[in-house]
């Protein structure tokens, strides 16, 4: 089987998709790859690192934008971080790929981004863990959510959303996690009453469905 990680910061893990910020040097010739700017590491000349970043998204590998986006607890001030996302979020927009979203305090910001722009790109939120009715909010919109190791706690918010979420937005991570991907398809798995294998299935067909680079 070929279980889709679609965020992690473990190097050259097979079927994964690595967040390449600060080790995009380090990558295998076949490794897939995010590249983008974390809000934690942003800083007042941000423009010029991504536009060292910018040309690496056109590599077959990069298949998204990403970690980027909003944090109140950490980073700088919130019109840097509006700005940063912003810019990133117009490439994967051009490229037709999805945007990775790294959001700490920050729904009321996604929100009112997506509400003033008219055309914004395919939005994956990494490692949901919010209430449902907060994750409901963001259906009318271009939002899918990844779940991680807090779906292996059954009464944890991403538990119970990932028990309605619908499931063409539905994608599987282990982030920074010591967990291996099996383990986090194997609980979604009990979790939505499908076989792993026909998750993988969902997982890959979801991918593809809201990106110009497609999985196999």
């Known amino acids: 089987m070929k279980l889709f990680d679609i965020h992690t910061h473990r190097l050259n ?4 998709l690595f967040n390449a910020e600060r080790d995009i040097n380090s990558l295998s010739p076949n490794q897939y790859f995010s590249i983008g700017l974390h809000p934690w590491y942003l800083y007042d000349k941000w423009e010029e690192k991504w536009s060292e970043f910018r040309n690496y998204v056109t590599n077959q590998n990069c298949l998204a934008i990403g970690e980027v986006g909003f944090d109140r607890l950490r980073g700088p ?17 051009t490229e ?11 729904h009321d910001l996604l929100l009112e981004y997506l509400k003033n722009t008219s055309s914004h790109p395919q ?8 209430k449902t009715h907060l994750a409901e909010q963001l259906l009318p919109f271009s939002v899918n959510f990844s779940f991680g190791e807090k779906i292996l ?19 599987l991570e282990t982030d920074n996690s010591e967990k ?14 499908l076989s792993v294998e026909d998750l993988e299935r969902q997982v890959i067909q979801n991918w593809n469905r809201i990106s ?5």
């Open 153 to 171: 706690d059954s009464k944890s918010n991403a538990s119970q959303w990932l028990k309605n979420c619908p499931k063409e937005r539905i994608f």
């Open 123 to 130: 939005i994956i939120w990494h490692g949901w863990n919010l």
């Open 13 to 16: 893990i097979p079927n994964s």
């Open 77 to 93: 001030e919130l019109s840097i971080q509006n700005a940063a996302f912003e810019e990133q979020a117009n490439t994967a927009k």
């Open 180 to 193: 291996e991907i099996d383990q986090i398809y194997q609980a979604a798995s009990l979790i939505l009453g």
């Open 212 to 216: 110009s680079k497609k999985l196999k």
């Open 96 to 106: 037709e790929i999805p945007l990775i979203l790294h959001c700490v305090k920050g």
